[in-house]
């Protein structure tokens, strides 16, 4: 179990190939009901996506997910900080397993070149891929949030592996500055190979984002990158 719960935090979570592993400050969002954004155009929603945006911030994710394995069945809470510049990203938290109340602790691990790349990708993907496709959501001004009007399906395939992501209950909102605050979803999510399913991921999820432009990754990665910095 902690074997399995080491490899969720390490970004298994996504399920994705090759790693398969309040107000309205801009440095503050708690994710929760309470928080109110405002309306932006298309031009601020892209930039608040954009790689460019996404080159310097923090994040948490914070889950409540029940993990299906051949091997049995496992619901966690997960609690996870990811620090990304330009060049370095670095991850830390825990995953508490909710029927035993063991809690597997990762301290921050630290990447620089291809790997931060890689690991970057696995832990955007799953809001950026719904974040995206903006015709998908309408704003609400009672909730000061963006919701989401369908369930958003996306499929990857490599070979005999499909994974596939069901994305609904999704909520975006920005701030005053344009900036992306939080995001959450509800995801199904199933990995199926040579048609029997290999992992099946079902999650509440909440992203909050700060720290645009001022993060830090502190000691500085290793430049020699493509492995963790103990």
């Known amino acids: 179990m902690k074997k399995f719960l080491t490899l969720l935090m390490a970004g298994a979570l996504a399920l994705s190939f090759g790693l398969c592993a309040a107000g309205c400050d801009i440095n503050k969002g708690d994710g929760s009901d309470e928080l109110k954004g405002v309306e932006v155009t298309e031009e601020q929603w892209n930039v608040a996506i954009s790689d460019v945006t996404f080159d310097n911030v923090t994040f948490t ?9 051949s091997g049995g069945t496992v619901s966690v809470i997960e609690n996870i900080t990811i620090k990304i510049t330009q060049d370095e990203l670095a991850y830390s938290g825990s995953v508490t397993n909710k029927a035993t109340g063991e809690v597997n602790t990762v301290a921050e691990q630290k990447f620089t070149g291809a790997m931060a ?11 950026m891929s719904v974040l995206e496709k903006k015709d998908k959501f309408v704003y609400n001004a009672d909730l000061g949030a963006y919701t989401l009007s369908e369930e958003v399906v996306v499929e990857q395939t490599a070979g005999a592996q499909v994974v596939t992501e069901r994305i609904t209950n999704g909520k975006a909102i920005f701030n005053e500055q344009g900036y992306l605050v939080s995001f959450s979803c509800h995801m199904y999510e ?15 999820l909440t992203w909050t984002f700060s720290q645009y432009g001022s993060t830090v990754i502190t000691p500085p990665a290793e430049e020699s990158g493509d492995s963790a910095v103990a």
Do not use: E
């Not at 994710?61 to 299906?68: A, N, P």
């Not at 199933?190 to 509440?204: E, P, Q, W």
């Open 61 to 69: 994710q914070v889950g409540d997910s029940t993990i299906t394995q």
């Open 117 to 127: 790349s890689a690991y970057r990708t696995t832990y955007t993907k799953i809001f």
């Open 190 to 204: 199933t990995d199926v190979r040579s048609g029997v399913t290999n992992m099946a991921y079902d999650a509440n």
